[in-house]
């Protein structure tokens, strides 16, 4: 008997994902007892280390990735690609919602309100709309080759959104806070806070591998069963 | 004296927790389901 390769894919994508949220559990008990209270924000800023990398995964490895694999898949006509870009996009998705969530629960006590209409935040929303307009797309289109070739154009225009979402905070006047580690100089955070962010660097880039490894899997035994029904 | 906000820290954490738990177990689920099809 061979083994299934779709199998062997969500296997691995389970066990990544399951190391993955032991970590973020990790990375939240040591921003809670591992890392200092911000004199000017208190416990509210410990957001931050939920925050800032998921959006940094999201901006940075979901988006991008969904938009190089969307390239190639014009490119190449490559099935493989159209798969990932489409489970990279879904779990662009996710960690978008939880910019989205984690973001507006942050500024309430700093900002004094929920929402505003600045430039990062108006993007990121915009993103997170095009994205989920993606999936609505995947959907809505029987034909593979079609399905592949319209929500590429998609993917590469959120891929595109990128730097104006960085640049954002350079480019209009707002609320939202300029980078404190992706940025030209060193990084402005005392070791105890960098330590606690980095480490919840590498847990949410597991998580965003987990994810995305589950995802294709299990797209890819889907196709293989409606291989197997149209044969 | 830091301002005493730890209840939005806790909705934060809790928000995120809820939103990676549920996608994971969505996913899980549906491994599971693709197995059993097989």
Redesign the interface.
Same mark, same amino acid.
């Given at each position: 008997m061979t083994a299934?390769p779709? +199998?062997s894919v &969500?296997r691995r994508? @389970?066990v990544l %994902?399951?190391l993955a949220?032991i970590g973020?559990a990790v990375v939240?008990v040591m921003a809670l007892k591992f890392t200092p209270?911000?004199?000017? +924000?208190?416990?509210?800023q410990? &957001?931050f280390y939920?925050?800032v990398p %998921?959006a940094t995964v999201a901006l940075w490895i979901a988006v991008p990735a969904t938009g190089i694999a969307s390239i190639l898949y014009l490119w190449l006509h490559d099935p493989r690609l159209d798969r990932f870009a489409a489970a990279s996009a879904e779990v662009a998705v996710?960690f978008c919602?939880?910019v989205l %969530? %984690?973001g507006p @629960?942050?500024g309430?006590?700093i900002w004094g309100t929920w929402w505003t209409w600045d430039g990062r935040l108006t993007l990121t929303l915009f993103l997170f709309f095009l994205l989920l307009g993606y999936h609505a797309l995947r959907g809505s289109v029987r034909d593979p080759l079609e399905r592949g070739r319209f929500s590429a154009v998609l993917g590469i225009m959120g891929m595109a959104l990128v730097p104006f979402i960085h640049l954002s905070v350079y480019l209009w006047r707002g609320l939202h806070p300029k980078p404190v580690i992706l940025k030209p100089s060193a990084p402005s955070l005392p070791w105890e806070m960098l330590r606690t962010l980095l480490t919840g660097f590498g847990v949410f880039i597991l998580?965003y591998v987990g994810?995305v490894t589950?995802?294709y899997?299990?797209q890819l035994? +889907?196709d293989r069963?409606e291989e197997a029904d149209a044969a | 004296m830091?301002?005493?906000? /730890?209840q939005?820290?806790f909705?934060?954490?809790t928000?995120? /927790?809820v939103?990676?738990?549920g996608?994971?177990l969505r996913?899980?689920l549906?491994?599971r389901r693709?197995?059993a099809?097989?």
């Open positions: 299934d779709a +199998q &969500i994508g @389970i %994902t399951v949220l973020v939240m209270v911000e004199a000017n +924000q208190g416990l509210a410990k &957001i939920v925050h %998921t996710v919602l939880v %969530t %984690t @629960i942050w309430k006590p998580l994810f589950l995802r899997g299990l035994a +889907q069963k | 830091p301002p005493d906000n /730890g939005y820290l909705a934060a954490y928000v995120a /927790g939103i990676y738990l996608y994971a996913l899980m549906r491994a693709a197995s099809r097989r």
